[in-house]
């Protein structure tokens, strides 16, 4: 409402001028969201066999996903601010634009790479640098995705509508390990899903150019950071508005600025301190992960087979992933705290079992059980965070976490392939000593579930 001393009208409510978004347009953003996914999880299921093919040490493999996730991290918040500004649409176009250039042309680096026309340390010089447009413009879009669908959707229906485009980012990690084995094509060979990504990244560029009207929003909403895509993490960011008034665009509000919330804020500190810890055991065993089933199963010479292993691998972790934020946390109404407390207990034990695997079967468990404990566990970080701040201090919160999350992959998954190439096992020792460390500090520091 505007500052003066004219006659105030009667506020407009959401159900009064809300215009629903059809199935189609919904559909459009799902896939959105769903392709930006999928296409980053099926690199992480080829490039450890591409980097065997090519004699790159792991450790550099790994690092080009710590160079995304770095500009990821610093992105991300400043495409959601600008979601308001710049319109909706054209941020969603730009972050599709850059997952399908970074696809096509770090699928081609990589083609030529393998075919050997260049050495195999510019073919990885060019894909981190290709890889970079992913990282760089590919956040643009999520954030512009969730803020199209609140400024459109009335409050009594807004949570269900952010829960479906959020779980499509869920979704697109079980997607995309479990499709890339099967999108390999005999003369593009291992980077044929880069391709084929690419390419639906066009059509679904082109469905929303045909299919999705220019921004008119019947509510303001700012853009929320989402954390990169990495399987079995899905999207940090928070769906929670209790409190929150979606005004009639281009209404002001009357209340005052709302100070920058601090990283030292004490309400949220502990839950931060158990965020970073928890998010990079989860980072390290994320990084390894592809490295040791070539290793433990003998694949380094069989990149076909390589990759369909690791498929096979990230996929149960995805789902159980989604299993635990999905199907326990609803069913058994965890809140927070129990959230972190039981999901560290499992992704220890997860943990330790992978570190004593040696056969497929022990490593899917291990995997699964890990995956199924960090499902629960950033559910829980990212609510307690935002349960701790004020309702007008989601947005600040909502960057925080995000922040957190993405910071996990900038280091961690390039720590672990290092100190597996020399010390094996360490990293999952590692890990279950971090998730245990959580698990105690959680227990003695955080607040109890209402």
Wanted: with cysteine; proline share 6%; hydrophobic share 50%.
């Amino acid at each position: 409402m505007a500052d003066s001393s004219a006659p105030k009208a009667a506020p407009q409510t959401a159900v009064e001028t809300y215009t629903p978004i059809d199935n189609t347009r919904m559909a459009v953003l799902f896939m959105v969201m769903l392709v930006t996914a999928s296409g980053n999880t099926a690199m992480q299921s080829i490039l450890p066999t591409i980097g065997t093919q090519l004699d790159i040490p792991d450790f550099w493999v790994s690092a080009a996903f710590s160079w995304s996730a770095l500009l990821w991290v610093y992105t991300a918040p400043k495409w959601a601010r600008l979601s308001d500004k710049r319109g909706r649409k054209a941020l969603m176009r730009l972050g599709m634009i850059g997952f399908t250039s970074s696809m096509a042309l770090a699928g081609l680096a990589l083609f030529f790479g393998l075919l050997g026309w260049y050495s195999a340390l510019l073919t990885f010089i060019l894909f981190a640098i290709f890889r970079s447009l992913y990282g760089g413009l590919g956040s643009a879009a999520p954030p512009a995705v969730q803020a199209y669908v609140a400024a459109r959707t009335p409050r009594e229906e807004r949570t269900k509508a952010l829960s479906l485009i959020s779980s499509s980012f869920g979704l697109g990690t079980v997607v995309g390990p479990a499709i890339a084995p099967l999108l390999i094509l005999p003369v593009l060979g291992l980077s044929s899903p880069m391709f084929a990504f690419a390419a639906i990244g066009i059509i679904v560029m082109i469905a929303l150019k045909l299919k999705l009207p220019d921004d008119t929003p019947r509510f303001e909403a700012r853009g929320v950071v989402t954390t990169e895509p990495f399987s079995s993490a899905l999207s940090a960011s928070t769906l929670r508005d209790e409190g929150h008034e979606y005004r009639p665009a281009g209404q002001a509000s009357e209340t005052s600025v709302v100070p920058q919330l601090r990283w030292g804020d004490e309400r949220i500190k502990p839950w931060l301190i158990t965020g970073i810890m928890g998010g990079n055991a989860n980072a390290l065993i994320l990084g390894v992960i592809g490295f040791l089933l070539l290793d433990r199963l003998g694949l380094r010479g069989d990149p076909a087979m390589g990759v369909e292993m690791t498929g096979i691998v990230l996929m149960s972790g995805a789902a159980a992933t989604l299993l635990a934020q999905w199907g326990l946390i609803p069913l058994l109404q965890m809140g927070p705290r129990s959230s972190i407390l039981w999901g560290m207990l499992l992704a220890a034990l997860g943990c330790f079992i992978i570190g004593l695997s040696d056969g497929l079967f022990e490593i899917i468990l291990g995997f699964a059980v890990s995956s199924l404990g960090f499902g629960l566990f950033r559910p829980g970080f990212t609510a307690g965070a935002s349960l701790a701040v004020e309702p007008e201090e989601q947005n600040g919160v909502a960057g925080i976490v995000a922040s957190v999350n993405g910071m996990a992959f900038i280091a961690s998954p390039a720590l672990g392939v290092l100190l597996y190439t020399y010390f094996n096992n360490l990293p999952f020792w590692l890990a279950v000593a971090m998730c245990l460390f959580v698990f105690f500090w959680g227990f003695k520091t955080l607040h109890l579930d209402d």
